[in-house]
Structures are given as structure tokens and as C-alpha cells.
């Protein structure tokens, strides 16, 4: 069964201290692994896709990275604006009658000023 | 913006009512998937269709019901709904089964009285 899971469960951050959260995989056929950030209330917002061991995708304060088991969440010199709940995705090879996007349980940050 | 579009966006009704979640996904994708998101839950997977045609289900109540129709929009439909039902119920839609992210709308907030 296709398993994802995050750590830790929740961070909180001065501003400016820098730290990364880690999602942990168990997949079939990974076909590709997403980074979501989710506000209160709203609905979860793409970030990033990861679909191969080694590489690695920027945006401004973000960096995310990929190995064959795990995936981790960079974050350097964090602002308030960034206090989210962070998602991790993989999607398995698709099979009829099978959930192939599978979600973590998240990480929820928060950057104190 | 994501360009998933759910209606309404708060919807409140009593216990043993029935309501129609509707979901428009961005324009050109052919995949619908339905999650559930209780107070400070993760994202409960219900039900994922492609191009019309139902893909997985999970775990997805008997009195709950979903279809994608020939214009791609999907509606999910909750029936004698009880108290648990409360809940955020996304939509999110994606332009094929593979190597493609989900984009999410921002949900409809669901109230059982």
C-alpha cells in the first residue's frame, strides 16, 4: 500500500532561522512527488513537482529536493507570510480502482516575527 | 487563482437533508477528484473520476455519491447527512492521470445543524 509520511508534525520558527521538513515514501511506480502549501480554510496550492531521485526546484524562500525515499522541504531565513501547513504528495502509476495520489498528514509551520 | 471553480462556497442545512456539492475544473483537465477535510484534519480522499468515468474510490460513505459529466464538471452529492458530515469538501482537478499535479479549488465549507 502506497504510504506517505511527515515530520515533524508541527515546527515553529523565529524569523529568519532556516530548518527543512521531510516527507518519507512508500510508493509503486512513482510517477512524480508534490509540495502543496495550505492556508486556514482554503484550499491546498502547488508548489512544486519532484519527479526523479536528484532533482531539485526553487522559489524564493523554498527548495525541494528528492531521493529515492524521501523528499525534503528547505526553507532559508523564513518570514510570518510563510506559517502554513505543508503537504507532501506522491501519485502512483495509475490503476483502475485505485487511489493513485496519495497525501501526507502534513507539517504545519509557523514563523514567529 | 487556481482556476477550479466550487460552488457554493458555505452551504448550512439541517440533519437528514441532502446537498449538491458542484465542482468546474480548469479548462482542458480530465481528471476530478473529491477530498474531504474535517477541523484540523488531513485530506480524506472520496472518489476520483476521469473523463467521465469513475477511477478509485475511498473512503467514500454509501449516502455519498459523485459523477462527472460530459463537460467535465463533477458534482458530489451527500444525502441524510449527519453532524460528522461537517466538514471542507475540495475539489481538485488535473489535465490527466500521469506525471501531472493536482490544483485544488477553494473548497465548499459544509455545516450540519
Known sequence: ?113 | DSGVTQTPKHLITATGQRVTLRCSPRSGDLSVYWYQQSLDQGLQFLIQYYNGEERAKGNILERFSAQQFPDLHSELNLSSLELGDSALYFCASSLVENNSPLHFGNGTRLTVT
Do not use: M
Request: hydrophobic share 30%.
Open chain 1, 1 to 113: 500500500e502506497d504510504q506517505v509520511t511527515q515530520s515533524p508534525e508541527a515546527l515553529r520558527l523565529q524569523e529568519g532561522e532556516s530548518s527543512s521538513l521531510n516527507c518519507s515514501y512508500t510508493v509503486s511506480g512513482l510517477r512524480g512527488l508534490f509540495w502543496y502549501r495550505q492556508d486556514p480554510g482554503k484550499g491546498p496550492e502547488f508548489l512544486f513537482t519532484l519527479y526523479s531521485a536528484g532533482e531539485e526546484k526553487e522559489k524564493e524562500r523554498l527548495k525541494a529536493t528528492l531521493t529515492k525515499k524521501e523528499s525534503f522541504l528547505h526553507i532559508t531565513a523564513p518570514k510570518p507570510e510563510d506559517s502554513a501547513t505543508y503537504l507532501c504528495a506522491v501519485q502512483a502509476e495509475p490503476v483502475k480502482r485505485r487511489q493513485n495520489f496519495v497525501f501526507g498528514p502534513g507539517t504545519r509551520l509557523s514563523v514567529l516575527p
